[in-house]
């Protein structure tokens, strides 16, 4: 059962993100951004998190409140709420508990869609997509609502105000916790600032201090790039991937299973140099070289700092090098949604492609034949992906009989044996259609496997839901490119629809 739920979600996950990219990489685009801003204290959680009780859609809908033009007006709310928004965030516990954090999340997502400024609430929105709240204590919220305040101001083009010193901006204006129960006999400490005195440190004061200290400490993963020169023009093919993608809208909703980009520099290395991109952690494949989950807990990397810490992991020594022993992450508390990533082999799909690409058990019959292909391959792709999850085995194994390994004749055979001959339009397309096909026919010294179709090969559902499922697959496994179903269309499938709703 386990399976199916992923199975699931990673038809949705592959729909929406495959989604993404089409509307990226098809339509036509200006020279490519550069990489997004990042805050060094910022992670990416996913706000899908399970203890939010509020729908997602309610969370992340549309603005609610109309445009506002007069700028005065917009001006002095803007100077209110934002003096409002951080006291809120100084007041928020240090170590809140899972109700609380939610709480905070589910205000903010709520807020950005109510505030009484349309046009600054849809420019708000934005910058939640890119940065989503950070709730895990006190410090993490102050330090991003600080963030998000500058990256306004940047887009506004008013100066950036120094988060080391919050509290000379913005007074709390309440006492501590500990100054609450003084003020039942009189002893309340003064916190005016108007009145150019403070008994006692204003909570921000020591806010902006912690912040400080935190604000570049972030977990993050470090893809190194072999030797530069020896990649030619492939080295800059994954960064300008993802310069595309950060250039897209930040409120299409395949961006969050799509892994983003925060930076990118090259190293000098003994010969060459060696470009590095940065990216936020995912969590490991639950299957070799196909899936990697979001992680929305950086405790799992705090605990191995500390153990590794407490308890170094032995190395030796090797070519003037350190080599040290591998140490496991431990499982996090919650995982996110799966994540699309990699992109070094990734193409612009708006130039003709006939290139050998994907993992051979999922490569689709164009590419096979080297016709041209173009997004309709990611479709077959998700196709076979989750029969693989959810039936817990490979639809194609591609196994030659004589050669007892993998061999494009065998894996053509399988698909016959599944769907049928080619249509002519498919093969008319092949350069090598060929090597396999005669007149229409087979012909490539193997025999065809027994025509055996999906109904007979599912056996561990029944009725509609049965039905139900082999009905989406059939939508992505298409001989024809043209004929399998869009990632919008999948989207929408009664199956797939029917684990969003459950």
């Not at 729908?55 to 992340?60: A, I, R, T």
């Not at 929305?296 to 407490?310: K, P």
């Not at 006939?354 to 391959?377: G, N």
């Not at 194994?397 to 769907?419: V, W």
Request: hydrophobic residues 35%; aromatic residues 10%.
């Amino acid at each position: 059962m386990a399976n199916r739920q992923i199975a699931r979600r990673i038809v949705v996950s592959g729909a929406l993100s495959i989604c993404l990219l089409f509307f990226l990489f098809i339509r036509p685009q200006g020279p490519p951004s550069p990489a997004v801003r990042a805050p060094g204290h910022i992670v990416h959680p996913s706000t899908n998190a399970p203890g939010i009780v509020i729908q997602d859609d309610l969370l992340k809908g549309a603005v609610v409140m109309p445009r506002l033009g007069n700028e005065t007006v917009k001006a002095e709310l803007g100077r209110a709420t934002w003096k409002y928004f951080h006291t809120v965030m100084a007041r928020f516990p240090e170590k809140p508990t899972t109700d609380e954090q939610d709480a905070l999340r589910s205000y903010i997502y709520l807020f950005a869609r109510l505030y009484p400024c349309g046009e600054c609430a849809e420019h708000f929105q934005q910058h939640l997509n890119k940065y989503p709240p950070q709730v895990s204590s006190r410090k993490a919220a102050a330090g991003w609502a600080c963030f998000i305040h500058n990256e306004v101001n940047v887009m506004l083009d008013k100066p950036e105000f120094d988060c080391n010193d919050l509290g000379a901006f913005y007074d709390c204006g309440c006492a501590g916790d500990e100054d609450e129960a003084g003020a039942e006999d009189g002893t309340h400490p003064a916190t005016s600032r108007a009145a150019g005195k403070s008994d006692e440190p204003d909570p921000l004061d020591h806010l902006a201090v912690e912040i400080s200290k935190e604000a570049h400490r972030r977990y993050v993963t470090l893809k190194m790039f072999i030797n530069s020169a020896s990649l030619g023009k492939q080295l800059d093919d994954e960064l300008n991937i993802y310069r595309r993608i950060e250039g897209a809208s930040q409120n299409h909703p395949g961006r969050e299973y799509v892994r983003s980009l925060l930076d990118s520099f090259d190293v000098d290395g003994p010969e060459e140099k060696h470009r590095c991109l940065v990216h936020p952690p995912l969590w490991e494949n639950i299957k070799a070289d196909n899936l990697m989950f979001g992680i929305d807990d950086d405790s799992v990397f705090s605990d191995f700092e500390e153990n590794e810490l407490r308890d170094p992991s032995p190395g030796k020594e090797l070519d003037g090098r350190t080599i040290y022993v591998s140490r496991e992450l431990r499982m996090p508390k919650r995982l996110d949604a799966p994540v699309l990533c990699d992109f070094g082999s990734a193409v612009f799909g708006d130039e003709k492609h006939t290139e050998d690409v994907q993992p051979d058990i999922y490569r689709a019959p164009e590419v096979i034949l080297e016709a041209p292909w173009t997004y309709s391959v990611d479709i077959w792709n998700v196709g076979c992906m989750i029969w693989d999850l959810f039936e817990g085995g490979s639809l194609f194994s591609g196994r030659d009989p004589e050669f007892q390994t993998y061999r494009s004749r065998a894996h053509l055979a399988e698909m016959i044996s599944l769907l049928g001959p080619p249509p002519p339009s498919l093969l008319a397309q092949g350069d090598l259609t060929g090597k396999f096909f005669k007149e229409g026919n087979f012909c490539a010294g193997i025999p065809v496997p027994e025509y055996t179709p999906l109904e007979a090969r599912e056996t561990t559902l029944e009725g509609e839901e049965k039905e139900k499922f082999l009905c989406l697959v059939r939508k992505m496994l298409q001989w024809e490119p043209g004929k399998r179903s869009s990632a919008r269309e999948l989207e929408e499938d009664d199956w797939v629809q029917t684990g969003l709703r459950g």
